[in-house]
């Protein structure tokens, strides 16, 4: 896939307080992108500079290769679908869609077959004459979605647009926006803090943090393989601990040496190292890692066992049960073991 989007070295302040610091990124056609991270991390604002409603202090923002900073939003290839929908109320479903083709003055038949194609796709066949105001939240949401993509973009700008649905919905939507997504053929870039978010639905991740990028990669890189111990807590669960890395493929935490599959560290270079919850077992104490298991909830498809070693609570997704003051040891394989680089600036 070729490049859509390119960033270069973009900068962006507000009231002398940076929210973007050199950001680098390039977004493909046909992807879905995501940019993850918590409130205030600045993906909303890089959202809003791709789609012209914010200017860069400095850096660059090329569509297909030519420079967006000089285009109005009106006459960029890109919708914006925003966490609050704004549809207008005193329109039905059909013209709340239409608006944007009967600004262009296209031909009326032109616009019903446009509406009527857009509507199957968000699945709200016989929708066009329902009043806003009572449509559920999901159904505005598609009414949203519907109004961006009707115009044909060639890039969709979603900010957080399952936030306010609940669960299931949410859930639900997740898959759904995917399906249009690949229905459509076109770039998605979606904002999000929710990590399941980011993990179900994306083509590319990426994660942010104080208006910078620290880690890109596919939501199976992402989660196996973090950078740093931020990503490593921010993306699902992880057992962080700090240890020391021996040579390759061997690494010493909690007092013993363990095999594992990563090299490239200097000898005896401190680490900190990540063991995911669902990839440890619990044997009775053997006399490596032992502990005691000190709490238990049951989580529908698994427990989450809380083991204490040494004053250090380890996480355990396990589908086995265990007794509260039971005496364990955590095992795991050296796949399940991920080495990083210590890193103060992201801890």
Do not use: W
Request: aromatic share 8%; hydrophobic share 40%.
């Amino acid at each position: 896939m070729k490049k859509l989007i390119e960033i270069k070295d973009l900068t962006k302040s507000f009231d002398d307080v940076q929210v973007l610091s050199n950001i680098n990124l390039y977004i493909r056609e046909n992807e879905f992108i995501t940019l993850l991270g918590p409130s205030g991390c600045g993906k909303t604002t890089l959202l809003r500079l791709i789609g012209g409603f914010e200017f860069p202090d400095s850096g660059l923002i090329t569509f297909e290769g030519k420079d967006l900073k000089s285009l109005p939003p009106h006459d960029r290839k890109i919708n914006t679908v925003f966490q609050k929908y704004a549809l207008f109320p005193h329109l039905n479903v059909f013209h709340n869609i239409a608006f944007g083709l009967k600004i262009k003055k296209l031909p009326k038949q032109d616009i019903d077959d446009a509406v009527k194609n857009v509507l199957k796709l968000v699945k709200l066949e016989g929708f066009e004459d329902r009043n806003i105001k009572t449509l559920s939240g999901g159904q505005q949401q598609r009414v949203a979605i519907a109004r961006a993509v009707v115009n044909k973009p060639r890039l969709l700008l979603l900010d957080e647009p399952l936030a306010a649905l609940d669960l299931k919905l949410r859930q639900d939507m997740q898959y759904e926006l995917k399906e249009m997504q690949r229905a459509l053929g076109i770039t998605f870039i979606f904002v999000t803090h929710d990590q399941e978010e980011a993990l179900t639905m994306s083509d590319t991740v990426v994660v942010m943090r104080d208006g910078e990028i620290l880690q890109i990669g596919t939501p199976e890189d992402i989660y196996n393989e973090p950078k740093n111990r931020f990503v490593a807590s921010f993306i699902g669960e992880s057992n962080i601990v700090a240890g020391v890395m021996i040579k390759d493929y061997l690494v010493n935490f909690e007092g013993f040496q363990f095999t594992c599959v990563d090299k490239g560290f200097d000898p005896n270079q401190d680490v900190d190292v990540v063991i995911r919850p669902e990839d440890i077992e619990l044997v009775p104490a053997k006399g490596e890692i032992d502990g005691v298991v000190t709490d238990m909830i049951f989580k529908g498809v698994h427990y989450e066992i809380i083991v204490d070693v040494k004053g250090k609570e380890y996480v355990i997704h396990s589908i086995n049960p265990q007794k509260i003051g039971a005496k364990v040891s955590i095992t795991f394989e050296p796949e399940a073991i991920h080495v990083m680089e210590k890193n103060a600036k992201f801890t």
